[in-house]
Structures are given as structure tokens and as C-alpha cells.
């Protein structure tokens, strides 16, 4: 099992972008899916989680401005990011909790870089 993510990038502060991760290999269900994020010196927070039923929880930091979305048949979890600010600057990674022949676990993703310029 896999976690592919994309969608990071440079953009100036106001800005936008979107994140998109796809869970590949032999994955029967996924049950939660989400983004956290990692800043220089600082530790791996929880940005979004979504579950299977469209229900969302975010970081108090990104409400408002963030939005995750995901499409259940295609295993794939997206961050749309607006009015992006310096602070938003990080490292995001991908995470799911799914089923394998192996049963139910929690995998990451490589991680995508995001940098928000002043």
C-alpha cells in the first residue's frame, strides 16, 4: 500500500493550492483520511481529517480557509488551501487509516513540500 501525494508548491501569501493524495495497492476500505503538517523545528500537527461519511474536523489555525474533500471510490483525499499565509508553510503529509489482507492500519505518505512566501 501506497500514499501518493502532490499539489505542493511555492505561492505567494493570499494565495492558493491544492493537495491531492491517492491510496494505491490492495486497500479494501479506508476509514479515515487526513493532512498534517510539519514546520522547521516544530512538531507534526493535525491540519484535516475527513471520514467516511464526508465529516471533518480541522485545526482552529485553518478553518475558514481550508477545505478537505475526498472521493471514496477513487481513495483519494485533497486539501484545497486558500488565502494561504507564511505560517502555513510546512511539509504536509497524507495519512490514512485502511484495510489490507493484513488488516487495519495507519499509513503516510512521502510528504509534499508547501512554502508560502511574504
Known amino acids: 500500500v501506497q500514499l501518493q501525494a502532490s499539489g505542493g508548491g511555492l505561492v505567494q501569501a493570499g494565495g492558493s493550492l491544492r493537495l491531492s493524495c491517492a491510496a494505491s495497492?490492495?486497500?479494501?476500505?479506508?476509514?479515515?483520511m487526513g493532512w498534517y503538517r510539519q514546520a522547521p523545528g516544530k512538531q507534526r500537527e493535525l491540519v484535516a481529517v475527513?471520514?467516511?461519511?464526508?465529516?471533518?474536523n480541522y485545526a482552529d489555525s485553518v478553518k475558514g480557509r481550508f477545505t478537505i474533500f475526498r472521493y471514496n471510490a477513487e481513495n483519494t483525499v485533497y486539501l484545497q488551501m486558500n488565502s494561504l499565509k507564511p505560517e502555513d508553510t510546512a511539509v504536509y503529509y497524507c495519512n490514512a487509516h485502511l484495510r489490507t489482507t493484513d488488516g487495519w492500519s495507519t499509513y503516510w505518505g512521502q510528504g509534499t513540500q508547501v512554502t508560502v512566501s511574504s
Open positions: 475527513t471520514n467516511t461519511g464526508g465529516g471533518a
Open positions: 495497492g490492495s486497500v479494501f476500505s479506508i476509514n479515515i
